[in-house]
């Protein structure tokens, strides 16, 4: 019966998030931490109930899928072609590296007081961070799975007589797709992140936002909710869409098969 419960999807799924509810729970009610600052999860799910009865919480959450959603859009609209730019044209890379290297060292929250005086409080404002956090992982992703394509596959498809363009659509693109797979979930997650930071500083609406504002009028169960809520969503977001596009992308070339053969 354990075997059995330990294999099923959801034992696997929410087992691990049991002891740290406990311990949760535990600590809020050890009365270690004063309430002021320290909540259980008891009172994390009525703030839950109340602010879903409200509309509150569906109009902040609302709020930041759409920024995320035009921060994600964009961000793969600029990093993935330029990636792929950067990668196939030494002399663009040559010219583009220490550039993108110089960039990708700065914290995407270094760019919020620019940004404020340059768009203000506004859904620009947090899709230029959101953009700016997922094009250059995403760059760097694209550009190490070309370098990643046996140069043997590309010799053998010329010397075949294909043409540039079927090269880069059957050998490059396709060698490449595991790490532009992994590139766009860790962007994703760089978003995700930005998106947050972004919203509790420029943000008026938002989960961000819901968690600052919580702070300033001194109600932690708010501050706690918006955590839960951020966590739950990047999971049920990685676990349903990024990790199974990633699976699926490096089966589909048999990476997966040949490691598990070295085996």
């Known amino acids: ?8 999807p ?18 809020a ?6 309430q002021a600052f320290f909540v259980g999860p008891d009172r994390v799910v009525l703030e839950f109930v109340e602010l879903l009865r409200k509309g509150i919480l569906v109009g902040y959450l609302g709020d930041s899928l759409e920024r995320l959603a035009y ?12 990636g792929f730019l950067t990668a196939l044209f030494w ?24 940004v404020i005086v340059w768009f203000g409080f506004s859904l620009t404002a947090v899709t230029f961070v959101i953009v700016y956090t997922i094009v250059f992982p995403l760059m760097l992703s694209v550009v190490s799975g070309v370098e990643q394509v046996p140069k043997e596959l590309i010799r053998a498809a010329r010397s075949l007589g294909a043409g540039r363009v079927r090269v880069f659509f059957e050998v490059i693109l396709p060698g490449a797709l595991p790490s532009v797979a992994t590139g766009v979930r860790t962007g994703l997650g760089y978003g995700w992140r930005a998106l947050v930071a972004a919203e ?3 943000g008026t609406s938002g989960i961000g936002f819901m968690m600052f504002d919580a702070r300033r009028v001194g109600d932690v169960s708010q501050v706690f909710l918006g955590m839960v809520v951020l966590g739950v969503l990047w999971y049920m977001l990685d676990a349903l869409v990024l990790a199974p596009f990633e699976r699926a992308t490096v089966e589909r070339w048999g990476l997966v098969r040949s490691m598990e053969d070295d085996r």
Do not use: C, N, Y
């Open 1 to 8: 019966m354990w075997l059995r419960l330990t294999r099923s």
């Open 91 to 114: 002399r663009l890379r040559k010219a583009v590296w220490p550039i993108l290297l110089f960039f990708q060292a700065i914290a995407d929250i270094a760019w919020l007081p620019i």
């Open 29 to 34: 009610e050890s009365g270690l931490f004063p």
């Open 10 to 27: 959801a034992f696997r799924t929410l087992g691990p998030f049991v002891p740290v509810i406990a311990l949760w729970w535990v600590l």
């Open 200 to 202: 509790i500083i420029v």
């Open 71 to 82: 921060g994600v859009g964009f961000g793969l609209l600029i990093g993935l072609p330029m």
